[in-house]
């Protein structure tokens, strides 16, 4: 079969599952930034107790790999009476999985921010929850975007793995048409291409531009 | 509701132990093929022809922009497809390789140009060639400081092994699947196989930072 | 750390009760004891200058007026009410967050590197803290934050961002940001050493313009001896923690008592 006749023929199938890879993409990423931004923040807290379950989290989910994670919360946490429908599963995995890797950018983004900001808020007589939300974060912002942009290729890639518990994305269409046809360079080659095509033509450009209008707010351009 | 069976746990460990040998076969195999492989990815990038480092770069983006899952089953299926068989094994380890090959380039990379653009001119200067110059002088004083960048991958090498077991590799997940799919169980294997990963990858990563920390003192870069 | 705080007042009452009192003071980092049993009093509407070598603890006198600094004994009070401490059931204990909060709302500070938020225009800077801490409403806050920037030179360069704007204006926008919380005490920790010798006056004069205007209280930490002597009420000389001799600025810098002073001018002096 020409490549042509394939593309044409499975078209359907490869945009449903880019679809989803999208929904699953998009659902992740925010699980993640909720994820980071709350863990970070717990790993500079003054409470030992507060640090310590932040560490766990972090630990728990930077110790283990994905897969094991995704057949853990998809297998076993119905045991425990937490029954997540695959689709849910999915996604909540995979954003606390790189929430986990995000945290440390967020502790390390706010640390970067000068002690001087800090002081300068507390003589305007600022609450510590405003000196957060107006002063420290917004420049924190500015210096995760760059490692966060990398880290949003990274959990793009790691929705993949959701094919493996059945949620019908991009990986796992590829691989039904792959078993029904057995044209395995043309199946699995076009998903590549796909996934690339998110990857460097969107996303990255994306957060780039975030990066432009961040800096350019900032006034440091 | 969740009942832990211990006599079935004493039963599986040990598959799972012997399969997490498998698994750290598995990682270290696939090191090995990256820390090689990364290197010619480097390498080739600071060769004067224009075109090699062109296609090098974008292969390198390209095999970082996609998911390793996808680049297991492309290499295992597409090579039948043209009459060259590979084992799981062998297609697993050259596609985690080349996988991590595409990370380890870039921190080679960074290595290479934190080395003072001096370096370059004294070894010129004494008329060294240019292989000379990367082994005697170059490389030298790239590698410790990238040293902590590969050790990192090396532990992501580890936790990205389970997905060789779509492609029937025996390692700590397959083991795990087909104990699950078996006993109709899965809370001890995917649990006991989590606990493992744990094992191995807290103090691996422990040991790094340490080692990175005490590589920094002695290098007097300690912040 | 214990101690008897029997000696302190729980208020500062009669007659003439000033605007600053340290009082008794030690501060300690570590084993460092960088202030031993500070004693300072700043009356209402004075101007009083700290000259000192470097590490002396100039600094951290302030900081610790500001709150960004704890204190390891005594006690200091603002406008009469202790600060660093609270009543409780007739007792002085440590202040509560909350407590800091409201006196420190009579203090604003000018930092040596002017510490502006670079994500806010000069305008925002000074809106900042009158909308998100006093509660003005924006079209208030502007019209105070304009009126400040017009007085210290800087309407113009409004809408700019810090990183467009030089060291010295940089500081005048500080000054301003500070003076829009109605601050009663002023802090000034070296607001010109950060700068190039050419712009140093643009800072000065709008300080000059402070004292010579507004009844403000004013503590400053600087080197420029010139400019102390013209704007002081009273020079405090710092050595090692404590106050080695103070008075009015002819006295203490035409005729100093103390060796230390004498050896510290002259080294300035000869560096200028
Ligand atoms: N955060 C700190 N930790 C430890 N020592 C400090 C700290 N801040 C200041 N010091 C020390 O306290 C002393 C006084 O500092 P400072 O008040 O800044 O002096 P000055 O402003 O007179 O130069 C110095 O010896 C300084 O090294
Ligand atoms: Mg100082």
């Given at each position: 079969m020409p490549y042509l006749d394939f593309l044409t023929t499975y078209s359907d199938r490869f945009l449903d599952g880019t679809l989803i890879t999208l929904g699953q993409f998009g659902l992740a990423v925010l699980v993640a930034i909720?994820?980071?931004?709350?863990?970070?923040?717990?790993k500079m807290s003054h409470s030992k107790t507060v640090r310590a379950t932040a560490t766990v989290?972090?630990?728990?989910?930077?110790?283990?790999?994905?897969?094991?994670?995704?057949?853990?919360?998809?297998f076993v946490l119905p045991l425990f009476g937490f029954t997540l429908e695959k689709f849910t599963a999915g996604f909540v995995t995979v954003g606390l999985c790189y929430g986990a890797y995000g945290a440390e950018l967020v502790r390390g983004s706010i640390q970067s921010v000068p002690k001087g900001q800090w002081e300068a808020a507390l003589a305007l007589n600022m609450s510590p929850a405003a000196r957060m939300r107006r002063i420290i974060l917004p420049q924190a912002l500015v210096t995760i975007l760059p490692p966060w942009g990398n880290l949003m290729v990274e959990i793009l890639k790691g929705t993949a793995l959701v094919a493996l518990i059945s949620v019908a994305d991009l990986m796992f269409e590829t691989r039904q048409i792959n078993n029904n046809t057995y044209l395995s360079a043309q199946a699995f080659g076009t998903a590549l291409v796909i996934y690339y095509i998110f990857a460097r033509f969107m996303v990255t450009p994306v957060m780039r531009w975030l990066e432009r209008v961040m800096a350019r707010k900032i006034g440091r351009m | 509701m969740l009942d832990w069976k211990l006599d079935f746990t004493?039963?599986?460990?040990?598959?799972?132990?012997?399969?997490?040998?498998?698994?750290?076969?598995?990682?270290?195999?696939?090191?090995?093929?990256?820390?090689?492989?990364?290197?010619?990815?480097?390498?080739?990038?600071?060769?004067?022809?224009?075109?090699?480092?062109?296609?090098?770069?974008?292969?390198?983006?390209?095999?970082?922009?996609?998911?390793?899952?996808l680049q297991i089953f492309f290499i295992y299926y597409v090579g039948p497809q043209f009459g060259l068989r590979?084992?799981?094994?062998?297609?697993?380890?050259?596609?985690?390789?080349l996988h991590y090959a595409a990370y380890l380039s870039e921190v080679y990379r960074g290595g290479i140009?934190?080395?003072?653009?001096?370096?370059?001119?004294?070894?010129?200067?004494?008329?060294?060639?240019?292989?000379?110059?990367?082994?005697?002088?170059?490389?030298?004083?790239?590698?410790?400081?990238?040293?902590?960048?590969?050790?990192?991958?090396?532990?992501?090498?580890?936790?990205?092994?389970?997905?060789?077991?779509?492609?029937?590799?025996?390692?700590?997940?397959?083991?795990?699947?087909?104990?699950?799919?078996?006993?109709?169980?899965?809370?001890?294997?995917?649990?006991?196989?989590?606990?493992?990963?744990?094992?191995?990858?807290?103090?691996?990563?422990?040991?790094?930072?340490?080692?990175?920390?005490?590589?920094?003192?002695?290098?007097?870069?300690?912040? | 750390m214990k101690y008897d705080m029997s000696d302190y007042p729980l208020k500062l009452e009669g007659d003439n009760v000033p605007m600053v009192r340290f009082q008794n003071v030690t501060k300690k980092y570590g084993q460092l004891t960088v202030l031993d049993g500070l004693n300072l009093d700043v009356a209402e509407g004075e101007m009083v200058t700290i000259i000192g070598p470097s590490g002396s603890g100039k600094t951290t006198v302030l900081r610790m007026l500001m709150t960004l600094e704890t204190i390891d004994s005594g006690v200091i009070y603002v406008d009469g009410e202790p600060l660093t401490h609270m009543e409780k059931n007739g007792r002085l204990v440590r202040a509560s967050a909350a407590h800091l909060r409201k006196i420190r709302s009579k203090i604003g500070m000018c930092f040596q590197h002017f510490n502006l938020f670079p994500h806010?225009?000069?305008?925002?800077?000074c809106m900042e803290g009158p909308i998100q801490v006093l509660g003005l409403s924006k079209e208030k806050a502007e019209k105070r934050a304009l009126e400040l920037l017009d007085m210290v030179g800087m309407?113009?360069?409004?809408?700019?961002h810090p990183s467009r704007l030089s060291g010295g204006q940089q500081q005048r926008v500080a000054i301003a940001r500070a003076l829009a919380m109605r601050p009663k005490v002023m802090l000034f920790d070296e607001v010109t050493s950060a700068l190039d010798p050419e712009v140093i006056s643009e800072v000065t004069s709008v300080i000059r313009s402070l004292v010579d205007q507004h009844n403000l209280t004013m503590l400053m930490v600087t080197h420029q001896i010139g400019f102390a002597r013209e704007i002081s009420d009273r020079i405090c000389f710092f050595f090692a923690g404590q106050i080695e001799e103070q008075g009015a600025p002819k006295i203490l810098l035409d005729s100093p008592q103390n060796d230390r002073t004498q050896q510290f001018l002259s080294a300035v002096l000869d560096a200028n």
């Open positions: 909720i994820a980071a931004l709350i863990s970070g923040l717990m989290y972090i630990e728990l989910f930077r110790g283990t790999s994905l897969l094991v994670q995704l057949y853990w919360f998809y | 004493w039963e599986i460990l040990p598959r799972l132990i012997a399969a997490a040998g498998n698994t750290l076969v598995a990682a270290g195999g696939g090191y090995l093929v990256a820390v090689v492989l990364g290197l010619v990815f480097a390498l080739a990038q600071r060769t004067p022809s224009r075109t090699l480092t062109f296609i090098v770069r974008e292969l390198v983006e390209f095999v970082r922009s996609t998911p390793l899952l590979l084992s799981p094994w062998a297609a697993g380890l050259i596609a985690i390789g140009e934190n080395v003072p653009k001096g370096q370059w001119e004294a070894a010129r200067a004494i008329n060294l060639s240019t292989v000379q110059t990367y082994r005697r002088i170059i490389i030298p004083q790239a590698l410790p400081p990238a040293l902590a960048g590969m050790g990192n991958y090396l532990v992501g090498i580890l936790k990205d092994t389970p997905m060789l077991s779509v492609i029937g590799v025996a390692e700590l997940m397959h083991t795990a699947n087909s104990i699950g799919a078996d006993n109709f169980r899965y809370l001890e294997p995917y649990t006991i196989v989590g606990l493992i990963f744990l094992a191995i990858s807290l103090p691996t990563a422990w040991l790094i930072r340490r080692f990175d920390k005490a590589l920094r003192r002695k290098m007097g870069l300690t912040r | 806010m225009t000069a305008l925002g800077n309407a113009e360069k409004r809408d700019q």
